[in-house]
C-alpha cells in the first residue's frame, strides 16, 4: 500500500504562482511514475505532469511552459510549481502513483486532492 499526502494548493490571483507537494509513504518501489491530475467542476480527471523514477517528464499541452514537475526520490515526493496561473486552471489537484510488480501488474494510487482556485 502506498499513502499519498498532498499539499500546497490554495486561492491565488491570476498571474500568480502555488507550488503543490506530495509525499509518498508506505511500500515504495524503486521504479515508479508520480504524476498530477486535476479534477474541474463538470469535467474529466485530466492529466497534468507525470515524472518516472528516471526522470522522464511529460506535461498535459495546456500547462507546458508554465508548470514545472519535479521529484526527489530521496524523500519520495513530488512537486508542482505552478506559475503564470490561468482561472482555467483551477481545479481539484490530485498526486497520483503507480508501479508495476514484478508480475508486470499495475498498482495506482491517489491522493486525497488539494484545491487550486485561480482568480480573474
Known amino acids: 500500500q502506498v499513502q499519498l499526502m498532498e499539499s500546497g494548493g490554495g486561492l491565488v490571483q491570476a498571474g500568480g504562482s502555488l507550488r503543490l507537494s506530495c509525499a509518498a509513504s508506505g511500500t515504495i518501489f524503486s521504479i515508479n511514475v508520480m504524476a498530477w491530475y486535476r479534477q474541474a467542476p463538470g469535467k474529466q480527471r485530466e492529466l497534468v505532469a507525470s515524472?518516472?523514477?528516471?526522470?522522464?517528464?511529460n506535461y498535459a499541452a495546456s500547462v507546458k511552459g508554465r508548470f514545472t514537475i519535479s521529484r526527489d526520490n530521496a524523500k519520495n515526493t513530488v512537486y508542482l510549481q505552478m506559475n503564470v496561473l490561468k482561472p482555467e486552471d483551477t481545479a481539484v489537484y490530485y498526486c497520483?502513483?503507480?508501479?508495476?510488480?514484478?508480475?508486470?501488474?499495475?498498482?495506482?494510487?491517489w491522493g486525497q486532492g488539494t484545491q487550486v482556485t485561480v482568480s480573474s
Open positions: 497520483n502513483h503507480f508501479y508495476s510488480d514484478p508480475g508486470a501488474r499495475g498498482y495506482t494510487y
Open positions: 515524472i518516472t523514477s528516471g526522470g522522464t517528464i
